[in-house]
């Protein structure tokens, strides 16, 4: 079945890969089929089982075949067409991040297949998907969120082969990255609203450490503390009511929209009585209230820098850019 020539100018672990191809396009060997083994196919070709093991890995890469331990590798798609795999490990779904995920396929090009999963910020969840997928990719993109010591799991994986999105921590350092300085962003951003703000008396951060980047509240503070603004951090706008002269910052989309029914409630103003300054930018935040301030990354480009990043094997870390779009929340 499986044909190996010497002196073809074709490496042989390369004729492998071929000579399977070619038997599942054919319809001889079919999804679910068994194929012959690294030693049968070692000892009929007098190859060496590194040989043999290198076309295995690189079809299990592309999700050609796959290893059932204690019984053999079967052929797990028919879909020779697949070039490369790519395991691609989200914190949750949302408008943004599917507008990334869009991007990135859109820059991948063909004949590369994208394999998404979701974390949901549960370190034993974000663990046993990793250790489940060892091995069956030929890249893995890992957005570790706010999770601590993920590297613990993420060093398991081969090196080169990892990219880290959006979060950066200190034990990831080492590997290549698109992400956001979200302690610089909201910093830098706040001060370019320094004129508008200072009418106001306080600032709210509306923060929830279970899910989002330590860095925002660090740049947060930061800000009021150079500037002498009365601030205050809290989880959740529910129960509360909301205070008059106050400015609210919100990187969750739900707390915008508990914002302006609690306004609208209480008879507030926008941009009187309370400022609002949102994150990351949409039609809705354009049209609702006359325009909602926005401090908003590039999904988009951050999609796109991440695919020519694995085309081009590229290993170097990109801060993804930022934009204020000042409106009448302030």
């Known amino acids: 079945m499986i044909k190996v020539k010497s002196k073809i100018g074709i490496p042989k672990y390369k004729q492998i890969i071929n000579s399977i191809e070619e038997l599942i396009v054919s319809g001889t060997l079919k999804k679910g089929d068994k194929i012959p083994s690294i030693n049968k196919i070692k000892d009929e070709h007098n190859l ?18 796959q290893s059932v331990v204690g019984k053999g590798y079967y052929v797990s ?69 706010n999770l601590k010591n ?12 990892v990219y880290i999105l959006d979060q950066m921590h200190d034990d990831l350092k080492h590997y290549p990255a ?33 899910k ?31 205070k008059k002269g106050s ?10 929209l508990t914002v302006i029914k609690k306004m609208k409630e209480a008879n507030l103003k926008l941009a009187e009585d309370i400022g609002v300054i949102s994150y990351n930018d949409a039609l809705l935040k354009e049209i609702v209230e006359g325009g909602i301030t926005t401090i908003s990354t590039d999904f988009n480009a951050m999609g796109k820098r991440l695919a020519e990043m694995i085309l081009n094997k590229e290993q170097t870390q990109v801060e993804n850019p930022h934009n204020l779009i000042l409106r009448n929340s302030l």
């Open 178 to 210: 698109v992400y956001q300085n979200f302690e610089s962003v909201i910093f830098n951003n706040l001060s370019k609203t320094l004129h508008l703000l200072k009418k106001y008396k306080k600032l709210i951060l509306v923060f929830q450490d279970d």
């Open 77 to 145: 798609s028919e879909n020779v067409s697949v070039t490369q795999k790519i395991f691609l490990l989200f914190d949750e779904l949302n408008a943004f991040k599917e507008d990334l995920y869009n991007s990135f396929l859109q820059h991948l090009g063909t004949n590369i297949q994208v394999d998404i999963y979701f974390h949901h910020f549960n370190k034993n969840l974000f663990s046993k998907l990793i250790q489940d997928n060892i091995g069956n990719y030929n890249y893995y993109v890992i957005m570790p969120a």
């Open 247 to 256: 400015v609210y910052i919100m990187p969750e989309d739900s707390s915008l």
């Open 212 to 242: 989002q980047p330590q860095g925002l509240q660090n740049g947060f503070v930061k800000f009021c503390y150079q500037n002498n603004f009365s601030h205050s951090v809290i989880n959740s706008l529910n129960n509360k009511a909301l």
């Open 48 to 65: 060496s089982r590194d040989t043999v093991l290198m076309a295995f890995n690189e079809l299990k890469n592309r999700g050609i075949i």
């Open 150 to 161: 993920t590297n613990s799991e993420i060093k398991h994986l081969p090196e080169d082969k």
